[in-house]
């Protein structure tokens, strides 16, 4: 890779040797300090890109009255006002179908994806040419770091359409010279045929959502296969948190016998996985030179420092065709800066992304999150793994519901009555008070009761409409 | 490209220039004779490469009594013994995962693909690495052939997993230089989506199988949408018959607006674009230098003479990985040699391919055999050994009822109602949901209800009349 050349072009032929640990063994050990230079160089030339190439960020920046000359340091940056993901669409709305900050040439876009719109308008995204290249490189280099090699054959278990984990997956597996296998999700009746392929073809890696691998798990029970005869070594994720959250890592290390490993960051970020987990695991690494991000008070969108918890705010440093320069992700994370046992220098999260600074819900004066919840709930005897959260207003309280699936082990060992339903109810009520901080009703159900998503988990239902009017950041 | 090497290296930086209509001008438009000696000397490389790295087609050749070296002409290919698809499952079943008729290291497969294993166990596709080069490259020919060019937005309406029907339109889409939308299909509620992408970025170009484009009118129609506003220039076809079928054709031209162009052979062949129509649709041409064709006798699997129907019993030329020497199709069509319209001197099939010479029936892109759904019902508790299969088009998709009978036992220990038989009816549904990649509608009936024969059980029953508008040759 040639470092003084911005955009960046990879070198195709270049290949680490299979002992190495490092894709590019200098860069990701160097110096922090190091590092900024470099990531400034890059940071620089990108918002000048987007200052040339895109109306979008000229209009927004002049607003905000900054200019591509105030970015000296990296301290510049939080100088630059957010982009959220509605003012992405908003945008795409008024100059369909890409937006003022497409900025290269239509003849350069190579890929078009997009969200699924579940918010109404979905946003699109293009990909140029070489930026799909440069995604190639650098998924592929993050994918070294976790520890996959040419000789794995992966199996990728997550829907190819508008979607991006998957395609990012294999063009990284691509360029990283492994065998890759699609297989895909999503159409009725593939799970049971995926279940069928991995026990035929014992692929050694396999990539979705933590709860779809979950789901398969399930399914294969329901075939009468115990999934460690999958014979994974590595599972890696992303789409939602999950795999990142300690009890959850475990159960899928306990279910699969496999390795499991976190990523992702956002698909407008794409690379998404410049946030992934190394093969050591101890929360994902931010691969600052490939996207930059600063961990930001929820309020000021200014970074906070390590050790304290914020919301990632992403810039790319090597996305020519729609650039994403401070787009802030709403997730709620912890980033420190210690040393991680492989040697890379890069911070990380060292409890992945375990919330939202938009869905976290408020119940009774507590902030709430999902995955506190999960991560109650996982280890305790009884839990069948699935759960839904309702919030309901009851006579002006808020009511916290939690539907829990028992599990089917549990059901056999204790007889179901009334009685030991009732016990486990209270235990289970009495656990999560006091992590969560106010006493939900629990209401047990037979295993097979709660809706599966074979993708994202949408696990919480709020029947008290309190947030529709979200209030948008004033960058 | 280099016409004296074998395997063939392609220069991924050729490009013609854009108003030019051949990709390759020299080859495309040779004397016949000429090209002739091109492709004898592929086929001289391949069969040899064959005959050191797989025992499968050394055992077979040597059991037949042939050589490479008795391969002195075209003619000599015939000598030769065809392969049988049924051969390929038993080989892999054999030797799993992959057969031995795999000729290249495992380090050198990029990519996993196969079959949904509609006849029990699924057949296994690998794909070297310099294959899939060579793969992108003669799609992108053939499809520059069909009209498409770098400035076309290439949306992909098939689904992303086993099919490589949609990854070899991608990975040829890519090597055009065009742009490539992979939607995918398959996934509930996925059409009404696409309706509504579409819509919004109005692509060019539309790939997918003839009966889901017909499906996709409907849903538009149901939203009030009329598919010529889409604004599709070129449409493009595989993965079964009816886009070759003269009525169909033009129903899809009269309803999209566009022009309807057809394509394929069989998964195995990959390339399987090697059949495909020009601009000028006036058949499909066998690009005999990719992908070498003869169209069969039934029962000698010798050439027919131009004219006359036959077989196609196609053999690789540039692919290392799994090379297909003679695969025999089991389709039926007719060839000429013909000069076309667009001046390529290729031979061409002017009816497409428009039937079987077995009992195999395609549904929804699935090849199904009568065999695959007795094996599966065959143990099924309340199977009561006779079953037959009708196939009617419902509103332009397929559907599959299978009529089975119960058993007399199962009758007298599960009471007969509603209940029961749609219990068992799911049952069945799903089961076979799982091996012919289908959801069929069973209908349970009675011990005796359906019809006998006394030899080969007749028991597929196809409404759709997909054939039925076939102009009878002149020549």
């Not at 994720?237 to 899928?252: D, L, M, V, W």
Request: aromatic letters at 12%.
């Amino acid at each position: 890779m040639d470092f003084q050349h911005w955009p960046p072009v990879y070198d195709e032929h270049y290949f680490p040797a299979p002992s190495q640990r490092y894709w590019f063994p200098h860069i990701e050990t160097m110096d922090p300090a190091e590092r900024e230079t470099l990531i400034l160089r890059k940071l620089q030339a990108i918002v000048r890109w987007a200052w040339e190439h895109s109306p979008f960020y000229r209009q927004k920046w002049e607003g905000a009255g900054v200019h591509p000359d105030h970015l000296r340091t990296l301290d510049d940056l939080h100088r630059f006002p957010v982009v959220t993901k509605a003012e992405l669409r908003r945008e795409q709305a008024e100059h369909p179908p890409f937006g003022r900050y497409l900025c290269v040439d239509r003849s350069e876009i190579i890929r078009i994806h997009g969200t699924s719109g579940t918010t109404g308008k979905p946003t699109v995204f293009a990909i140029g040419r070489d930026d799909w290249r440069r995604i190639a490189n650098a998924h592929a280099r993050i994918m070294w770091g976790m520890g996959l090699r040419p000789t794995d054959t992966i199996f990728i278990a997550s829907f190819f359409s508008l979607y991006l984990g998957s395609w990012g997956v294999l063009v990284g597996g691509e360029r990283l010279q492994a065998t890759c296998f699609p297989f895909g999700a999503g159409v009725p009746g593939q799970t049971a045929m995926a279940v069928r392929w991995l026990r035929e073809m014992r692929p050694t890696a396999f990539y979705s959502t933590p709860s779809y691998a979950l789901h398969l798990a399930e399914v294969a029970a329901e075939e009468q296969i115990d999934p460690r005869d999958f014979g994974f070594r590595l599972m890696f994720f992303s789409g939602e948190p999950g795999a990142g959250i300690p009890a959850t890592k475990r159960k899928i290390e306990e279910i699969f016998g496999a390795r499991c490993v976190d990523s992702g960051s956002m698909a407008e970020m794409t690379p998404w996985m410049s946030n992934a987990e190394c093969a050591f695991r101890h929360g994902m690494h931010l691969w600052q030179d490939l996207v930059y991000c600063e961990v930001c008070d929820p309020q000021t969108f200014e970074p906070v420092p390590f050790g304290r918890e914020g919301t990632p705010v992403y810039t790319h440093l090597e996305r020519t065709s729609q650039p994403m320069i401070r787009l802030l992700s709403g997730d709620l994370t912890r980033w420190v800066n210690e040393p991680c046992e492989c040697g890379r220098t890069y911070p990380r999260l060292p409890y992945g992304i375990y919330g939202r600074i938009d869905d976290m819900f408020i119940v009774r004066g507590e902030n709430i999150y999902p995955s506190a919840i999960e991560d109650t709930l996982r280890p305790m005897e009884g839990f069948g793994g699935e759960f839904q959260i309702i919030i309901d207003r009851e006579k002006a309280m808020d009511k916290l519901v939690i539907r829990v699936e028992y599990s089917e082990e549990w059901a056999q060992q204790a007889k179901i009555t009334p009685g030991t339903l009732d016990q486990l109810q209270d235990q289970m009520a009495k656990r999560l008070r006091s992590v969560i901080g106010v006493w939900p009703v629990i209401k047990l159900e037979p295993p097979g009761t709660l809706p599966r998503t074979e993708f994202k988990a949408r696990r919480v239902v709020d029947n008290r409409q309190l947030y529709e009017a979200l209030v948008e950041p004033s960058s």
